[in-house]
């Protein structure tokens, strides 16, 4: 008797194996379809200070499939870096997101002080072609690269400790700056703030969510703002979606934000109107 049920727990198992190996291919497939066609389109989400003015943006990658509709960034980005598509998406977005900008600052839309901040995943982080795939879309584009903002997580900074370095570095000395993304959330050591050349620190949503009822978070994040600010790093809240939300982190000394309470991720054309109603609107 439990044999049988062993082997029919097996059967399930093996079913339930290959439904999974099936949605699997079946993205793989899809995504190797949507680098080819280029089937990604860049949405931008306004970075915000105190006075509630846009300082940039930052550029997150939206896919829409014919089948699958819209898949999150969250469920492709890994399979991508498991079959190695990761390096063209990146171009994609290097790609998009400079020549829009680029036009933007020509027309006046888009100002000369603002950054656009680009995703960056610890994998194309290693890779050696980020260098020069950086700087390809900024000459091709024209875009000055005082403008562009690198993301990377702590995690990048895991690995090869010394690569990572040097490639900061360079990325620095072209003009971009560095901004640690998700804080708090991954493996890293304060060390690191200390020694590497980084220009900021984007506080995890996950500590600004609840903010305002949970005291942990409260101490989480006043903390984080205090180092930032004694170390000299820009701070930036995430996930920052009330009035309350701004208004606390204010108080705590942290001025600049990004969240659905001054925008969600837009399309290029939505993007543009924003910035012009925004700059009506001061
Ligand atoms: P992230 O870089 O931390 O981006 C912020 C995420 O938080 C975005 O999710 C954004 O839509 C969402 N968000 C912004 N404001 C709020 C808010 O007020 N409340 C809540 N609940 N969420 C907010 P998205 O666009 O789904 O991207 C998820 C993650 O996927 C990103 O997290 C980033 O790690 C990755 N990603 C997105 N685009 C790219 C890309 O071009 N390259 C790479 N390597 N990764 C990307
Ligand atoms: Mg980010
Ligand atoms: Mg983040
Ligand atoms: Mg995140």
């Not at 991508?80 to 600052?105: F, N, P, Y």
């Not at 091709?140 to 690995?159: C, G």
């Not at 600004?208 to 820009?234: C, E, F, G, P, Q």
């Not at 809240?237 to 208004?247: D, L, P, Q, S, W």
Request: charged residues 25%.
């Amino acid at each position: 008797k439990a044999k049988e049920l062993g082997r029919n727990t097996f059967a399930f198992f093996q079913e339930d194996m290959q439904s999974l190996s099936d949605a699997r291919l079946k993205m793989e497939k899809s995504l190797y379809r949507a680098v080819k066609n280029e089937e990604f389109e860049v949405y931008y989400q306004p970075q915000n200070n105190e006075k509630g003015e846009i300082i940039g943006a930052e550029a997150l990658l939206r896919w829409d499939d014919k089948d699958m509709g819209r898949v999150s960034p969250m469920d492709f980005i890994g399979i991508a870096e498991d079959i190695g598509l990761i390096h063209d998406i990146g171009r994609i977005v290097l790609k998009q997101a400079t020549s829009q900008v680029a036009t933007w600052l020509q027309q006046g839309v888009w100002q000369e002080d603002w950054r656009i901040s680009i995703n960056v995943s610890p994998l194309q982080f290693a890779h050696e072609s980020l260098i020069d795939d950086i700087m390809l879309a900024l000459t091709k584009s024209s875009l000055p690269a005082k403008l562009m903002d690198i993301e990377i997580t702590e995690n990048t900074l895991m690995t090869d400790l010394d690569s990572a370095l040097s490639k900061m570095e360079k990325i620095r000395s072209l003009g971009i700056s560095l901004s640690i993304d998700d804080f708090g959330t991954g493996y890293s050591s304060l060390k690191y703030l200390k020694d590497l050349p980084i220009d900021r620190l984007k506080i995890d949503q996950s500590f600004v969510r609840d903010l305002i009822a949970d005291k942990d978070d409260y101490a989480i994040v006043l903390a984080v703002i205090a180092m930032a600010n004694a170390l000299s790093l820009k701070v930036l809240a995430e996930g920052v979606e009330t009035n309350e939300h701004f208004k606390q982190l204010k108080l705590m000394g942290c001025y600049t934000y990004q969240g659905y309470y001054f925008g969600r991720p837009m399309c290029a054309v939505d993007f543009e109107s924003f910035c012009e109603n925004s700059s009506a609107a001061l």
